[in-house]
């Protein structure tokens, strides 16, 4: 998952975010929704795995293979230690991810890539909508979770190599640039809608969001986090060299 684009400067933590995982866990509503967000996030890293050994069969070199291999792995060690979390406090994992299975293999199946540059496109695109996502909502956790999911949501370096591959191939031959633009708005369309399917899905998630346990977020806020994220993806176009 990639690194924002937009990162601003962190407010003044306040409620649950001003708190611990001790302290703040002790409300039950919370509680759950920490564990679905944990949960929600392992499904998505070990699909990323996946997805990224997959890719690397399209690789066109070995050296291309090779950095997708090793992004494969950064992948699989944040599903370790996002497993590892929800274990530490008393939840099975397995459980955890079960609920989000489904929405994220309908995502990738609706998405597979037709060739390497589209699986580029994909990993850099629709991986950083949810990295945004996410950092959005870490932004109300407490302070334990909060770095955690921060962690795991480090670059493992698949933006830059993105960045540089489909450049040079839009250099190589203009007319890629209008497929994978199309690609690209495709997959801004597809990983909204899944998002708001799995906030909407689930009680405690759709709670944080809009306002409950998770303190000072509401409806209004909710459209300016998504109005934030198209922002961001519009930058990552440009980088790409597309339009948006």
């Known amino acids: 998952m990639e690194t924002p684009d937009n990162a601003n400067e962190a407010p ?8 611990d995982w001790a302290t703040a866990s002790v409300e039950p509503q919370y509680r759950a929704a920490v564990v679905d967000l944990l949960g929600a996030l392992a499904y998505g890293e070990l699909a990323a795995f996946e997805r990224l050994a997959e890719d690397a069969k399209l690789a066109p070199t070995l050296a291309d293979k090779a950095e997708l291999a090793k992004m494969a792995s950064a992948e699989f060690h944040h599903f370790e230690r996002l497993t590892e979390r929800l274990t530490a406090i008393e939840v099975e994992p397995t ?8 929405a994220l293999d309908d995502f990738h199946r609706q998405t597979a890539p037709s060739d390497w540059l589209e699986g580029l496109v994909k990993a850099y695109v629709g991986d950083s909508i949810a990295s945004d996502f996410y950092r959005e909502v870490a932004a109300r956790l407490d302070s334990d ?8 949501l480090d670059d493992t370096g698949h933006g830059n ?7 040079a191939a839009i250099e190589a031959d203009p007319r ?41 977020f509401d409806l209004a806020e909710v459209g300016r986090m998504f109005s934030r994220i198209t922002e961001a993806h519009t930058k990552r176009m440009a980088a790409l060299g597309l339009a948006a």
């Open 145 to 152: 979770t909060r770095s955690l999911v921060l962690a795991v």
């Open 12 to 19: 003044a933590l306040t409620g649950i975010a001003a708190q």
């Open 176 to 216: 890629v640039g209008g497929r994978l633009a199309l690609w690209a708005r495709r997959l801004m369309g597809e990983a909204l809608s899944q998002a708001q399917r799995v906030v909407a899905d689930r009680d405690a998630l759709s709670t944080m969001l809009v306002g409950g346990v998770a303190d000072g």
């Open 161 to 167: 190599f993105a960045v540089e591959k489909v450049r």
């Open 95 to 102: 459980g955890a991810m079960e609920p989000f299975a489904k």
